[in-house]
């Protein structure tokens, strides 16, 4: 098990930027594949990016590429999500997910990660 705490979310204006940060308890970080979700009011927990553990390849929902960007910092054990030109369709609560040690794939559902944030606020209104 590992213990995630993201970091970052707040209040942006259309177009601007945010970085999120994910921070991972324990030592097994490098052999998992990272992820970022987002829930919005009412609606259900969606996929937004991925980053693999092994390749370091990431994966990224329609609707973020382009504007979005994840990485990885196996070293401080950290996951970032650059978030630029956001949208008001952007806000929700955004989470950050790990997998299983050493699972390979892409994994874009929930039910692929095993441990999970308690989730960070971002809004984008004027």
């Known amino acids: 098990q590992v213990h995630l705490v993201e970091s970052g979310g707040g209040l942006v204006q259309p177009g601007g930027s945010l970085r999120l940060s994910c921070a991972a308890s324990?030592?097994?970080?490098?052999?998992?594949?990272m992820g970022w979700f987002r829930q919005a009011p009412g609606k259900e927990r969606e996929f937004v990016a991925t980053i693999a553990w092994d390749t370091n390849n990431t994966y990224y929902q329609d609707s973020i590429k382009g504007r979005f960007t994840i990485s990885r910092d196996n070293t401080k054990s950290t996951e970032y999500l650059q978030m630029d030109n956001l949208k008001p369709e952007d806000t929700a609560v955004y989470y950050c997910?790990?997998?299983?040690?050493?699972?390979?794939?892409?994994?874009?559902?929930?039910?692929?990660?095993?441990?999970w944030g308690q989730g960070t606020q971002v809004t984008v209104s004027i």
């Open positions: 997910a790990a997998g299983p040690p050493y699972r390979i794939g892409v994994l874009t559902s929930t039910q692929e990660y095993s441990d």
């Open positions: 324990g030592r097994t970080f490098s052999t998992r594949t």
